[in-house]
Each structure stands twice: as C-alpha cells, then as structure tokens.
C-alpha cells in the first residue's frame, strides 16, 4: 500500500488552470466561415464573405482583407478605416459570424468512429469522445491527450478520461481549440 502511495506521489501533476479557454475570449475567425459585412446606409457596399484558405475575404471597393486570426470587431474597426475614403459620412460597419466553419479537431485512437470533426460551438473532451462514437474495448482511458499547438511548439495535455466521466474532475474536461487533436491510446 506504502508503494503506491508513493508512487502516486512522485507523478507529476498538470495544472489544467494553465489552459487557454476559448469560450472566455472573442471568436477568432478562420478558413471557411461565413461572414455578413454590412455597410449602413450603403448596400452596395455590404457583402457576404466566406473566409477563403489563405484568410482572406473580398470587399467591394477595398479589396481584399485578412480575416483570419482576428476577431469580428478588429475585422470591423480595419474595413471602417478603409472605407472612410469612399463614405463622406463616417460608415457605420457591422460584421457577423453567419456560419462557423473553421472550427475543426480531430479525435483519433481507438475511439470507435475517429476522424475531423466540426463544430458549431466549442466542444470538451467529453464531448468529442461522444462525437467520435466513444472510446472501444482497447482504449485506455486513463492515457488520453490532447496534441496542441499553441504558437510556441506542440504541447501534449495528459486526460485521464475515467476521471472526467466520474464527474470528480471537471477541470480535465477541456474545451478544444481549433486544430487540437484528440489521441486515445
């Protein structure tokens, strides 16, 4: 008994508070969404945009426009900017998400329907284990990880998925980050 304490003990310990939580912030835009971009005042300036694999969308008059990796306001507040050459009167721009698309991740391992899902809305571990059909009678659900790559390099984020379904430890149950990958041993 003295051994497996100790053993427990020695193990690292991951602090999950450490985790971005994406339905805290603003929705960053990405490849595939929908945007409306509407101009008051000036329809034929407005328009409806999808985000295009290279981020960018088009706009009447100013061309075209990185949208992606920003969020609706930033996107908002640079086709404000542009447009003040073509609009006497200050333009009054307003952009929204019509449809979300760029939201993906992947579930793989032994999961019973793996592969890239999307979402949308952000979606937990919990959560993509079900979309993915659940884990099989291979799966170790004490070894799940998420593979992240934050901007800095690849990150593997330990779950311990029998924990998370106990509903002891909400705090493993981590949304996923667009481009994560769920691996399930």
């Known amino acids: 008994m003295l051994l497996s304490t100790m053993g427990c003990a020695s193990s690292p310990v991951y ?5 971005p939580d994406p339905r805290k912030t603003e929705f960053v835009l990405g490849a595939s969404d929908v945007l409306r971009v509407n101009v008051w005042k000036n329809p034929e300036m407005s328009t409806d945009a999808r985000v295009r694999p290279d981020g960018t969308i088009t706009m ?3 061309g075209d426009i990185q949208a992606a990796g920003r969020t609706t306001k930033e996107l908002m507040h640079e086709i404000t900017a542009k447009l003040t050459n073509y609009v006497k009167e200050g333009p009054v721009v307003s952009v929204q ?12 391992g032994n999961v019973e ?4 899902f999307t979402a949308k809305y952000y979606v937990t571990v919990s959560e ?9 009678k ?8 998420i593979v992240r790559n934050d901007g800095h390099g690849v990150r593997r984020v330990p779950i311990d998925y029998e ?3 106990s509903g002891l430890h909400p705090e493993e149950d981590l ?8 691996f399930v041993p």
């Open 138 to 145: 291979f799966a170790n659900p004490h070894k799940l990880v």
């Open 97 to 108: 998400v019509a449809e979300v698309n760029s939201y993906r991740f992947t579930v793989g």
């Open 15 to 19: 602090d999950y508070s450490k985790e």
């Open 175 to 182: 949304p996923l980050i667009a481009g994560d990958s769920l």
């Open 163 to 165: 924990r998370v379904a």
């Open 128 to 136: 993509a284990v079900a979309t993915a059909g659940g884990l099989n």
């Open 113 to 116: 329907h793996g592969g890239v």
């Open 60 to 62: 009447p008059l100013i």
